[in-house]
């Protein structure tokens, strides 16, 4: 799997919109400071559900949103798009069909998040459980930043675990574990209740 094309508009210094075409598996983005190539990293991260505003540079997640420069005026609306080439069927089980998949994220300036898979609206969720496992998403190993390096090798024994376990496919059944755990606590509560009113009304 290969990401692409990038779409980008409206997200931070790209208020038009511009489409990345990356043709190899190899792509630099090259340029004078300050024309936007953190920025573009930003934009994948943000697509693929990264939900904390410090983790893209901002203060809040509306400072995605082109706000303006000396010769235009701010606008309402940020999106980015990502496509995936997946002729090589790594994405397997419902997502072996598609020789291409697209993920999709909008916001608005009133806080309206939305996400879609090939075209479709979809949950957050849809788009980190396709990554989780694979290398990509928002905080994985796949996007290399300045100091990355110098963080694995200094990192504790839990957190070099977690990027193992996300090398060996299996930080996706760690998750699910976690989400059944945390159904389960709620489904005791929700019994303990039950008992209690069951209790007060005999
Ligand atoms: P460097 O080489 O210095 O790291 P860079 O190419 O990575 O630079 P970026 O950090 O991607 O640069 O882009 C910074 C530019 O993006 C700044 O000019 C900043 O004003 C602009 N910018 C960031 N957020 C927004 C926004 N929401 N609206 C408009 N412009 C923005």
Redesign the pocket.
């Known amino acids: 799997m290969r990401l692409s094309k990038i779409r980008i508009a409206g997200f931070?210094?790209f208020?038009d919109p511009v489409t990345l075409d990356l043709r190899s598996n190899l792509t630099g983005i090259l340029?004078?400071?300050?024309?936007?190539?953190?920025?573009?990293i930003?934009a994948v991260r943000w697509v693929m559900g990264e939900s904390s505003a410090k983790h893209l540079?901002?203060a809040s997640m509306e400072?995605?949103?082109?706000?303006?420069?000396s010769s235009r005026k701010?606008i309402g609306l940020a999106s980015v798009e990502l496509v995936f080439d997946n002729s090589d069927g790594t994405l397997g089980g419902a997502y072996a069909q598609y020789a291409e998949i697209s993920v999709k994220r909008q916001v608005s300036r009133d806080g309206d998040s939305r996400y879609f898979l090939n075209g479709a609206k979809c949950r957050r969720r849809d788009i980190t459980d396709i990554f989780l496992g694979t290398g990509l998403g928002p905080r994985s190993y796949a996007i290399i930043e300045q100091g990355m390096i110098s963080r694995l090798i200094e990192a504790k024994p839990e957190e070099l675990r977690n990027t193992l376990e996300e090398a060996a496919g299996i930080s996706r059944y760690k998750e699910r574990r976690r989400e059944t755990e945390t159904r389960m606590a709620h489904t005791r509560e929700n019994l303990e209740r039950l008992t209690d009113l069951r209790d007060e009304l005999e």
């Open positions: 931070k210094s208020v340029g004078p400071n300050g024309c936007g190539k953190s920025n573009t930003d540079r901002g400072d995605v949103i082109f706000n303006g420069s701010p």
